[in-house]
């Protein structure tokens, strides 16, 4: 291992996955707006919307997130849209995304027992109120494990995106590799960078899930 | 008279093609108790339901004095109007007993926070539960979170209160607790809608009683009269299946005459 060589590109790895980390939570963020947006829209059967919906979240969770991408970055432009590769890598992750924070944040709203639902309805509480103070708390004590699995997941897409030409941590790799020939130390550096990432999501997940646990509410209606 | 809080219009209610209200009208006046019965499936607690919005009616009017409540899109104006208890309480798990309370007086009916915690702290020391107000629901008996269940509604100061059975998944020892203040809550006057099986507290709130058969209200009347001679055979039966026991023991008691004869 060539240590003088790492801490030369350490500083590359560093802005490598800044970029990772800056459009990945962008996504994150995105795909958690429109995942709500989607799963709200079949829990409540909003006529049109649920079907839109549904038709949405089975195209982006069957085709490939390259595929998306691609499509973003190379096909739009020949109908006349032009994106930028940043534009395009948020789009394409929140597309992704989106489909798969739906069938979590799903999973969270149909554990909630229907009664519940009623019991906001029959407080006079609006729509709006009962998902924000009834439905939405308990739900994601349900789907928190799923909706944190999801942040990994797209996080890692976020390799990606070196196929839009972006310096993201992958395309940091792949360069430095190609240059200068040392793959034991880049592909080193790549799994402590991933790492140094992810390692706290996964923390946070465990920690809150048990936390939740110990609250002890969710699907666990007891009587 | 009075114009009624309730006007129930010849509704009509069908799940999958099978009705299951068919042309049941139903008025219910300021400070009136009226408890609905009759055997399982004849549709009580859609009849409750549609009152509130909760299911919609095919055919007929619903009423809350003069605005049609019937059809509307959006019911939450008229549901903070109208309370409603379940058999399973459906207390909010995530929330402390206080903060049940709370939820609809501050954000449905949007009043300041001191003024319905006062309220709510005088309401559960009436119903003895004023030591549990930042007990978690699951820390609760099934009696204690009916009690809570019932404050919950009143805290909205409803014009009418439907109840559906609240006492049909307590332990017998916990039935008194709720029905004493479904009672007390009777004796202040609020109009309530009732759907129980227990007959002895029918007969002790009741102003007038309904029972309802296959969809339809088949028979009408003053508790007194009603629980001591049905005019129907049909309700005549359905009182004597809850008299099992007593006539049981009274058969007894004649055997034991006949007995003593010999
Ligand atoms: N959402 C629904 N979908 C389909 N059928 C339903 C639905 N709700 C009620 N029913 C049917 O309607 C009929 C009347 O039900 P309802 O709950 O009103 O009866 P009930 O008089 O309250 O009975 P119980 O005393 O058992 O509570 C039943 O046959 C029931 O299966
Ligand atoms: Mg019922």
């Not at chain 1, 992810?198 to 920690?207: D, E």
């Not at chain 2, 709130?205 to 629980?227: C, H, K, T």
Request: proline share 3%.
């Amino acid at each position: 291992m060539d240590w003088g060589f790492i801490g030369s590109h350490v500083m590359d790895f560093v802005a490598g996955a800044w970029v990772t980390l800056r459009f990945g939570l962008y996504g994150v963020g995105c795909s958690l707006v429109l995942g709500l947006l989607c799963c709200l829209a079949r829990y409540f059967r909003v006529p049109v919307l649920r079907s839109v919906a549904h038709g949405y979240i089975e195209l982006a969770r069957n085709t490939p997130l390259l595929v998306q991408l691609f499509f973003l970055y190379a096909g739009l432009p020949r109908v006349g849209v032009r994106l930028s590769a940043e534009a395009c890598a948020v789009i394409g992750l929140t597309f992704l995304g989106g489909a798969y924070m739906s069938e979590a944040f799903r999973s969270g709203l149909e554990s909630v027992e229907k009664s519940q639902r009623e019991a906001g309805e029959c407080l006079g509480l609006t729509r709006a109120q009962n998902i924000r103070y009834v439905l939405l708390p308990q739900a994601l004590a349900t789907a928190a494990p799923a909706l944190f699995a999801n942040v990994i997941f797209l996080i890692k897409e976020t390799s990606m995106f070196s196929v839009l030409a972006m310096m993201d941590l992958m395309n940091v790799a792949d360069t430095l590799r190609t240059s200068g020939g040392r793959t034991v130390e880049v592909l080193f550096m790549l799994v402590v960078a991933y790492l140094a990432l992810l390692l706290p999501v996964s923390l946070a997940a465990t920690f809150t899930e048990r936390r939740l646990r110990y609250a002890g509410f969710g699907n666990q209606h007891s009587v | 008279m009075m114009e009624p809080i309730l006007r129930v219009k010849d509704i009509h209610k069908a799940f999958d093609g099978s009705g299951v209200l068919k042309g049941v009208s139903l008025d219910i006046h300021e400070g009136e108790v009226v408890v609905i019965i009759g055997p399982s499936g004849c549709g009580k607690s859609t009849l409750l339901r549609c009152i509130n919005g909760l299911e919609r009616v095919d055919q007929g009017e619903i009423w809350l004095r003069d605005q049609l409540i019937s059809g509307l899109k959006d019911m939450h104006l008229v549901r903070q109007k109208i309370g409603m208890v379940f058999q399973s309480y459906d207390l909010f798990p995530h929330m402390k007993v206080m903060d049940n309370l709370l939820l609809g007086p501050m954000k449905a009916l949007r009043k300041p926070r001191e003024a319905v915690e006062a309220e709510a702290m005088e309401m559960l020391r009436r119903v003895g539960l004023a030591e549990k107000a930042q007990a978690l629901p699951r820390t609760l008996s099934g009696g204690q979170k009916q009690r809570v269940a019932l404050v919950r509604a009143m805290l909205m100061h409803p014009e009418l209160l439907l109840l559906d059975e609240i006492t049909a998944a307590l332990d017998p020892e916990m039935v008194s607790e709720v029905l004493n203040v479904v009672i007390d809550l009777a004796e202040q006057g609020m109009t309530m809608a009732i759907v129980t099986h227990e007959m002895r507290f029918a007969e002790a709130v009741a102003d007038r009683v309904l029972f309802m058969e296959q969809g339809v209200i088949a028979e009408e009347g003053a508790p007194a009269s009603f629980f001591r001679e049905p005019k129907t055979e049909r309700a005549r039966q359905f009182l004597q299946s809850f008299t099992y026991a007593s006539t049981r023991k009274k058969a007894q008691e004649t055997q034991a005459a006949d007995v003593g004869l010999a």
